[in-house]
Every structure is written in C-alpha cells, then in structure tokens.
C-alpha cells in the first residue's frame, strides 16, 4: 500500500484550532514536560540579518502519543506589518513517516504562544481582571488578549504601548483598547502586564507594575533579548518558567540566572505539584519562550478536530 501524506492549509487549521482547545492542549502539553513525559530537544535559532529575519526550528514528543511533529516558523521585521510564515511536519510515532504536513502560515505558532499566556493566566493572575497592559504591537498583542479573555473574561480597559504609534493605535483598534503614551502609563494600576516585543533592553521596570500584578514575558526567545528589569524578576513573589533549562539560555533568566533556584516550571503547577497564586498581594511572573511540545500538542489538537474530508491527499 502507497504511504500518503495530507496536506492541511491555514483556513483548515485555523478552523480546527480555536483558541480555548488551545490553552487546553498547551497545559496538557507543560504538564507532560514538566513531568518528564516529553522529549524536547534544543532549539535551532537561525538569523537572516540583511532582511531582519529570525527562523526557529523546534520539534517535540509526548510520550504515548501516536505522533511527533517538527515546526519552522519565521518572522521578518523589515516590513510592515511583520511578515510571519510557518510549516509544522507531523510524523506517525511508531514508524517516523511523515503524515501531514500543515501549511498554517504561522498560525500555530500564533495560537500556541497566545494560549501559553491563557494557560498562565488561569493559574497566576489574580481572579478579577479589570485593567490589562499590552507592551508591544505585533500578532501576540492580539493572541495574548485574546487568550486573556478566555480564562479572565470581561477586562473593562485595556491600555496598548507601542514604540510606533501607528502600529499602536491599530492594535489597540484590534483589541479594543486604548493607546497609552508610555509604558508606565500603560501599566500603572494594570492587573495584568503582557509584554510582547523584541526588545534587547528592559522596557518593563520595576517601578511600573504594582503589588499583586502578573506580568507575562514572551518577547524574551533568544541570547541577548530581555525586556523585563531584572529587579522586576527579583521583587517578584513567583517566579514562573515554561522550561527551565531554555529560559536560562534565551528567556528572561539569562539575565538574572541566580532566581533559577527558585522559578517554577508552569507544567507542575497545572499539575498540582507547585502552587500558583494563593492570594491577591502577589506579584507573580511568568518567563515564557516557547517550548517544541506546544506545537506537538496543537497539531495533535487540529489532526484530533479536522473534518474527515478536509485538506488534501497525497502518495509519498
């Protein structure tokens, strides 16, 4: 019998990838992780310097689950708005054969990274959201609200900062917010703090958020990236990691690596083995890099929910 491989395009996965199934697939994919479940191996950043480009090549396993997938995902600065592509290659577990190949565009990355800032939101923010800080202008901007408003619904104001105030005012017009004329003014009183931008210093200082604030960090994905103050991190009741290991060399860590004591790793919280926020006076923070088993467990997701006719067949 000629092995065959389906071919599922965006509209497709987007279609069988809403964003609550998502944060869904994503705790279950930290607690596998966290719980040496999974095999997850380093990451292969690549640069393309001469047209801002920045590809990542990540690939996972969870253990007992009939398939492994390797994703490419690219992001180009230099125009706008930010050219972003991708390919995730899903692979039969039990032989290697490759068996869908989804051209999603970008769209898992997206959605995988936004419902990460979902899944920590339900365990670290505090219980009654009413003010949200967005830092930073470009999809995840748009993903991590949107993520937000499925565990945390009902946000009355949500203040967008932005180092372009075009780029600014249009996501705040996505959103629903309001464009703020500075990164404290954004974040004064904010109960949640996402920042999401490619910054190489901090943009996020300590002073700017409050008592009892969670602040999600994203941007910090690569050696020299940083966009919190350190003493931001240091001040914090709980310091949170999606992977230990990969936050010391890319995230947020790299930048105070004496915390790596005691920052936690999301997956045992979903799990139950560590506790996330206990009351409202906490400040908690979450490092989040992005893990290859987020993109396996998301592509499982959409193979899981697609229509038995959708896509397209083809013999290898």
């Known amino acids: 019998m000629t092995p065959i491989v389906r071919l599922l395009r965006e509209d497709d996965v987007r279609a069988a990838l809403p964003m609550s199934a998502c944060i869904d697939a994503v705790e279950a994919a930290f607690v596998a992780y ?9 990451m292969i950043h690549l640069d393309v310097p001469e047209a801002g480009g920045e590809i990542h090549v990540k690939a996972g396993h969870l253990h007992g689950a009939p398939t492994y997938a390797v994703k490419v995902s690219s992001g180009f600065s230099r125009v706008d708005p930010p050219a972003l592509d991708g390919l995730v290659i899903v692979f039969d577990a039990r032989t290697g054969a490759p068996i869908a190949f989804l051209l999603d565009g970008g769209f898992v990355t997206d959605q995988r990274t936004g419902a990460a800032g979902g899944v920590a939101a339900r365990w670290l923010a505090p219980e009654r959201v009413d003010v ?12 991590q609200v949107e993520a937000l408003r499925v565990v945390r619904p009902g946000p009355r104001e949500i203040r967008v900062w932005g180092r372009d105030p075009e780029r600014a005012a249009r996501a705040a017009s996505d959103v629903g917010g309001v464009v ?27 002073d700017h958020v409050r008592p009892g604030a969670h602040v999600t960090a994203l941007g910090s994905d690569g050696v020299g990236k940083q966009e919190l103050d350190p003493e931001l991190l240091r001040a914090a009741d709980l310091v949170v990691v999606d992977a230990l290991e990969q936050c010391l060399r890319l995230g947020e860590l790299q930048h105070a690596p004496e915390l790596a004591d005691r920052a936690v790793e999301v997956g045992r ?9 206990t009351n409202d006076d906490q400040l908690t923070v979450i490092d989040l890099t992005g893990v290859g088993v987020q993109d396996v467990s998301a592509a499982n997701a959409v193979l899981a929910n697609v229509p038995a006719d959708a896509g397209e067949w083809f013999p290898l």
């Open 34 to 42: 966290s719980s040496g479940a999974a095999e997850l191996p380093d």
């Open 132 to 143: 949200v800080a967005v830092i930073g202008t470009g999809v995840q901007a748009r993903k």
């Open 180 to 206: 703020a004329a500075t990164v404290a003014e954004a974040t004064r009183a904010a109960d949640v703090i996402i920042t999401c931008t490619a910054s190489r210093e901090p943009i996020l200082m300590a």
């Open 269 to 277: 919280i979903c799990a139950g083995k560590e506790p996330g926020r």
